[in-house]
């Protein structure tokens, strides 16, 4: 089983930009399927963005086109999500998932590993 530890949250004014870096252990990510995901209080928890494990197909909920770019580095065993243009809305726990299958799939139950989360907080 892959393990996932999440870093690069903090707090940012709106409009200011961070990385999440999501950094693997156990397993090779290049056999699977990213995401990331994120958790307001009193929400559910939602996709953000997706990439395949082969080439660089990707696919992000329509709240973050534009601001998101999901990227991977599978030399490194690493997933980024580099948030640009942040808003208040942003603020959540964001974590990173993976499931070992070439489908880029945006709902939970698909993810079979989950990392802690890291939290990111945009103020206005």
């Not at 992000?60 to 640009?84: C, E, H, P």
Request: proline share 3%.
């Amino acid at each position: 089983q892959v393990q996932l530890v999440e870093s690069g949250g903090g707090l940012v004014q709106a409009g200011g930009s961070l990385r999440l870096s999501c950094a693997a252990s156990g397993r090779t990510l290049s056999r699977y399927t990213m995401g990331w995901f994120r958790q307001a209080p009193g929400k559910e928890r939602e996709f953000v963005a997706g990439i395949a494990w082969i080439g660089t197909s990707a696919d992000y909920a329509d709240s973050v086109k534009g601001r998101f770019t999901i990227s991977r580095d599978n030399a490194k065993n690493t997933v980024y999500l580099q948030m640009n243009s942040l808003k208040p809305e942003d603020t959540a726990v964001y974590y990173c998932a993976a499931h070992p299958s070439p489908l880029l799939l945006t709902t939970t139950t698909a993810y079979t590993a989950w990392g802690q989360g890291t939290q990111v907080t945009v103020s206005s």
